[in-house]
């Protein structure tokens, strides 16, 4: 089996700052994902990537970059901390993106901005 | 475009007791049906997906799904559940034609083993 190791676990920052997540995956994953979780409203998805090098925005990439250097890692930054950003930060990897694959998440990172 | 509604956002259950938490989607084809389990601090893990045949599906640790077509549901049960169930569950849908990256979460339903 493989894991996903997300860090850090807990990333506070001042309002404006700009805040860096990193993932890495050891399943060989082609795909990798970042989604939001924020209480009572579900998943969403803010950035994906198919390949090494590739990027895809998601429905929320406002206010976010990602990178993908690596097929083993994805990053998330945070381009200017605000106090409504406060959430948990989940990655996922799945073997590719067809449909119906299922998607192995991190533990999550959570954000607190003050 | 797609959508998931768990309708009840925290369910409390006697240990020892049945369990379903339910789960209704929108979407004009048939699609992927999924539910991950997330236990407290950690990631989401799958318990069970279905794309066709019996519209029972098996998971893991006694969990099952029926996917009701008529209905649009895909509820997930499990006959006796332990105080370990304790967690929050999603329901998700993915349309078969597009990629997994339109994998559609609903907002989740919190578990509660009462002792």
């Known amino acids: 089996g493989g894991i996903i190791t997300q860090t850090p676990k807990f990333l506070i920052g001042q309002e404006g700052q700009k805040l860096t997540l990193k993932c890495q995956q050891n399943?060989?994953?082609?795909?990798m994902y970042w989604y939001r979780q924020d209480s009572g409203k579900g998943l969403r998805l803010i950035y994906y990537s198919i390949t090494e090098n590739d990027l895809q925005k998601g429905d929320l990439s406002e206010g976010y970059d990602a990178s993908r250097e690596k097929k083993s890692s994805f990053s998330l930054t945070v381009t200017s901390a605000q106090k409504n950003e406060m959430a948990v930060f989940l990655c996922?990897?799945?073997?590719?993106?067809?449909?119906?694959?299922?998607?192995?998440f991190g533990e999550g990172s959570r954000l607190i901005v003050v | 475009a797609q959508s998931v509604t768990q309708p009840d956002a925290r369910v409390t259950v006697s240990e020892g007791a049945s369990l379903q938490l339910r789960c209704k989607y929108s979407y004009s084809g048939t699609p992927y049906l999924f539910w991950y389990v997330q236990y407290p601090r950690q990631g989401l893990q799958l318990l069970l997906k279905?794309?066709?045949?019996?519209?029972v599906v098996q998971g893991v640790n006694g969990f099952e799904a029926e996917f009701i077509k008529s209905n649009s549901s895909f509820h997930l049960r499990k006959a006796s559940v332990h105080w370990s169930d304790s967690a929050v569950y999603f329901c998700a849908v993915s349309p078969i034609t597009e990629g997994a990256d339109r994998l559609t979460f609903g907002k989740g339903t919190q578990l509660i083993i009462q002792p």
């Open positions: 399943f060989n994953h082609d795909t």
């Open positions: 996922a990897s799945s073997i590719d993106r067809v449909s119906g694959n299922t998607l192995y």
């Open positions: 279905y794309y066709s045949g019996d519209p």
